[in-house]
Each structure stands twice: as C-alpha cells, then as structure tokens.
C-alpha cells in the first residue's frame, strides 16, 4: 500500500515570499501522486496531480510539483504567494483509493 | 454539472442516535468513495463503490455504519448509535478513473 508524508506541519510565510511544501512518498507499485487544498468548512479541491510523463506538474492559482522518483519526493512551490493561499494543504497518493498526508497549514502573513 | 453534493453541510446529533448523509455524485463518475477527516488529520477512507457495488470498506467501518448506493447514482452513509468518537468531518468523493472530485462535507458533532 502506498502511504505519504508530509514533513511540515506548518509553513508560516509573507506575502509575496515563495513557498516549499514537502511530500515524501513510499510505494512498490505505480505511483499516483496528488495535492489538494482545504479550506475553512470546506472540502478538498485538487491543486494538481501526477500520473506518469513529465516530472514537472502545473497546477491551478500559480502551483506546481516536481515528481522525484530518485528521492520519492513530491514537493509542491509556488513562487510568489498571496493571503487568499492561507489555507491547509494534503499530499496524497494511490490510484483508486488515496491515502493522505496529515496536512501542512500555510499562513501567509502581509 | 455542479460538482459532488453533500447534505447536510452540518448535523448536531445526540449520542445514541442515528444519522444519514446524502452525496450526489457527478452525473458521469461511476466511482464514489467516501472518507472521514477528524480535526488535524488528513481525510480516511471508508469505502468505495464502482456504480452501485460496494467494492471495498475499510476497517474503519464498524458494524454502526452501512454505505448504499442503490442505482449508482447518490450514495448514502448511515451511522446508528453514534458516539462521541464519530464526531468528524465525512467527505464524498466522485471519479471517472484516477483522481478525485470532493463535496464540501457534511461536519457531524455528536453531543
């Protein structure tokens, strides 16, 4: 089964600043990776998504992932951020059914 | 299309009673799954229907909980005799294939 992890729990960061959220994944199969975001009394809407091709994901509002399958790693940037991206982030991975992250809360600051 | 639909978006409940969620799927998905978030956590799976068989519950789901989706279309997730513990966020999700489309959720507090 696959599983993920998210190293930070929480990413303060200013406005306009650039922003690195870090996903580790372990798999023995086919890899399906994907970020969603969560805001308050909401559900998750989906950021971006990597199924195979090209290691370099774009996603909506401006972010993107890079797949490393060398380090496992999928980590999700954007490089200029605004307050309306506070909100709590979710790694996550698999093909039918997704196994999560526990979440990496970003609070962008003016 | 408007998405995944979940109702109620809120459900306060006394414990010992029983609660049932709706979710309407987009029209075209044949795959709906529904997963629980407690506060801090990332979301859980609880199960997953490919049109209207069950394919898969997760341990998670006791005995106290039954998911239907009757014709394939909405789905229904019934908890009896809730307890405190249930309190959660219960998320629906719809798909075609890989990847997800989620609801809003419908937040439960058991008092």
């Known amino acids: 089964a696959q599983s993920v992890t998210q190293l930070d729990s929480q990413v303060p960061v200013f406005e306009e600043a650039p922003v690195e959220l870090r996903c580790n994944y372990s798999s023995s199969v086919s890899v399906y990776l994907f970020w969603y975001v969560q805001y308050p009394n909401q559900g998750l809407q989906l950021l971006l998504k990597y199924l195979s091709g090209s290691t370099l994901v774009k996603g909506i509002n401006g972010f993107e992932a890079e797949f490393n399958k060398s380090q496992t790693s999928f980590h999700l940037r954007k490089p200029s951020v605004h307050i309306s991206d506070t909100a709590e982030y979710f790694c996550?991975?698999?093909?039918?059914?997704?196994?999560f992250g526990a979440g990496t809360t970003v609070t962008v600051r003016a | 299309d408007t998405g995944v639909s979940q109702d109620p978006r809120h459900k306060i409940t006394k414990r010992g009673q029983n609660v049932t969620f709706r979710c309407d799927p987009i029209?075209?998905?044949?795959?709906l799954y529904w997963y629980r978030q407690t506060l801090g956590q990332g979301p859980e799976f609880l199960t997953y229907?490919?049109?209207?068989?069950?394919?898969?519950k997760s341990r998670l789901l006791s005995d106290r909980f039954s998911a239907e989706r009757p014709k394939g279309s909405f789905s229904t997730l019934e908890i009896q005799r809730t307890e405190q513990g249930d309190s959660a966020m219960y998320l629906c999700?719809?798909?075609?294939?890989?990847?997800?489309?989620f609801g809003s959720g419908t937040r439960l507090t058991v008092v």
């Open positions: 996550a991975g698999g093909d039918y059914k997704l196994s």
């Open positions: 999700a719809s798909s075609p294939d890989i990847g997800y489309t």
């Open positions: 029209s075209e998905h044949n795959r």
């Open positions: 229907f490919q049109n209207e068989a069950q394919l898969e």
